[in-house]
């Protein structure tokens, strides 16, 4: 039965362990739009509860006739990758495509995907083509990328205490985000299995790499034997759950951070999850610093070698969280396969390039990550 707020008749949704209030008129309004016709709501009741989804039956009446029809709200409470609301959306709104381009008479037809609003509203989203985002500009003359800071360490040979400060502001910036925490198994493991299988994460890059038989500086079977030793990496960890944290998910120096002339820094492009392993942050930051030596030098010497330092240390000092240089050789493998992209950077030289590689296949080998062991994992194996 519907309930009175505030002089208006809401309905409740029970979708596993969550409750959703939606607002009668606004749901009749919403109907009758779709339908182009008037339409009441006669009832409204739940029919099915799954592991994914909840079905409720709604029985209308539209311009005086009688119909029945199904809503199905997608679980975000049991895990299989449905646990943000985006995962959400996008269940439906493939399922909405599929439903009304399978043969005819196969498949019950799709109505609509509709989006229920905060004040008990729904918004139709079944014309929609495409998804856009709206932001605030950022100048880049205001907030210059912090890659320029270190191309000119590059050319400089050297760093001054501000390239200092602004390193430990980035470490203290992610001490701060991986300090909100939170108590979930599912999304732990899930941010695990991404990080292998995600296709913009470890496989879904290896994916994106040319044909391995016509590049000189890896194999395909080295690549297949990465994502094997991955996904031994992941059954250790992925039950580590106490580590959850809130997380950016993408940190990097190219366009991704960036400093005003005072210091103050600017994040950009939160990606992929709100939650998951601080390492992502950790390794994503500090493997540019290996990189950055490496690409220009040939080597990890200074100053990007106590960038580096500074860098891990100051994080450390900040969360106490030694326990993380044994998740780190996962995510710097898949950090490294970035950074050794033949597409992303084509001016990196194979046997640069190399060293990278041998960078991965040597942490994967460890059972966990010794900061002042890095120039031997860039090493080739003598075995």
């Not at 607002?23 to 009832?43: G, I």
């Not at 495509?97 to 989203?125: H, Q, T, W, Y």
């Not at 809130?246 to 366009?255: A, E, L, Q, S």
């Not at 190399?354 to 090493?379: A, K, S």
């Amino acid at each position: 039965m519907p309930i009175q707020v505030k002089g208006k008749q809401y309905l409740k949704l029970e979708v596993g362990n969550l409750r959703f209030e939606v607002s009668k008129s606004n749901l009749e309004d919403y109907l009758s739009k779709v339908f182009s016709q008037p339409v009441q709501l006669e009832s409204l009741k739940k029919i099915g509860e799954g592991f994914h989804n909840v079905g409720f039956l709604a029985k209308l009446t539209i311009n005086g006739d009688s119909r029945k029809i199904v809503l199905r709200i997608v679980r975000g409470d049991t895990g299989w990758g449905h646990d943000y609301l985006g995962d959400r959306a996008s269940v439906l709104l493939l399922q909405h495509e599929l439903l009304n381009s399978a043969p005819k008479g196969k498949s019950p037809k799709s109505i609509d995907v509709a989006c229920l609003m905060r004040d008990g509203s729904l918004f139709s989203l079944k014309d929609g083509i495409e998804f856009i985002n709206l932001m605030e500009l950022v100048e880049e003359e205001e907030f210059p990328s912090y890659s320029n800071d270190l191309f000119r360490i590059v050319k400089d040979e050297r760093i001054s205490e501000k390239d200092l400060r602004r390193c430990r502001i980035i470490a203290d910036y992610l001490a701060d985000l991986h300090s909100t925490k939170k108590q979930n198994e599912i999304l732990y493991k899930r941010h695990i299995r991404d990080l292998i299988g995600h296709g913009e994460m470890l496989m879904g890059v290896i994916d994106t790499y040319p044909d391995p038989d016509k590049l000189e500086f890896i194999s395909r079977k080295e690549l297949t034997e990465i994502e094997v030793k991955a996904v031994l990496w992941r059954n250790k960890i992925k039950h580590l759950s106490h580590r959850l944290s809130r997380i950016h998910g993408d940190v990097h120096p190219f366009g991704n951070i960036r400093f005003k002339e005072d210091d103050s820094i600017l994040v950009m492009d939160f990606s992929r999850e709100e939650f998951g392993e601080p390492a992502d942050d950790v390794s994503g930051l500090s493997i540019n610093y290996l990189f950055f030596s490496i690409w220009h030098y040939g080597e990890f010497r200074e100053p990007f070698k106590q960038l580096f330092n500074e860098f891990i240390t100051r994080y450390l000092n900040k969360t106490g969280d030694s326990e993380i240089f044994k998740i780190l050789p996962l995510f710097y493998a898949f950090r490294g396969l970035v950074v050794a992209h033949p597409l992303y950077y084509p001016d990196l030289e194979d046997n640069r390039r190399r060293m990278i590689l041998n960078f991965i296949f040597n942490v994967l080998e460890q059972e966990e990550f010794e900061i002042d062991n890095i120039e031997e994992y860039l090493q080739a194996d003598k075995n």
